[in-house]
């Protein structure tokens, strides 16, 4: 659980840091919105406006983790593939 949230709060933190994009935005980015071989994700943005936004080599490794974590719960719960709104909020305010 612990290694669960801390690979959660890195990644949540290194992708504000590393790609700009927003906690509102990160609480919306699902697991196929991310194209790991262009290191992509889909940013679902205000309104409907939606982006692409390239994500560095660096957290290749990160996503990867934090994938294999989750990959059991994905088969369990429709919503489990997003990052859980309020422990982003917690992990961000950090």
């Given at each position: ?83 859980p709104p309020r422990e982003i909020r917690s992990a961000s305010a950090r």
């Amino acid at each position: 659980m612990v290694e669960d949230r801390s690979v959660r709060d890195e990644l949540v933190i290194r992708l504000m840091f590393q790609t700009g994009i927003r906690v509102s935005e990160v609480i919306n980015v699902r697991l196929e919105d991310s194209v790991r071989d262009e290191r992509s994700i889909r940013i679902r943005g205000k309104g409907t406006k939606n982006r692409i936004v390239a994500y560095p080599p660096t957290l290749d490794v990160l996503l990867e983790r934090w994938v294999n974590v989750h990959r059991e719960a994905e088969f369990h719960a429709a919503d489990s593939a997003y990052l859980p709104p309020r422990e982003i909020r917690s992990a961000s305010a950090r």
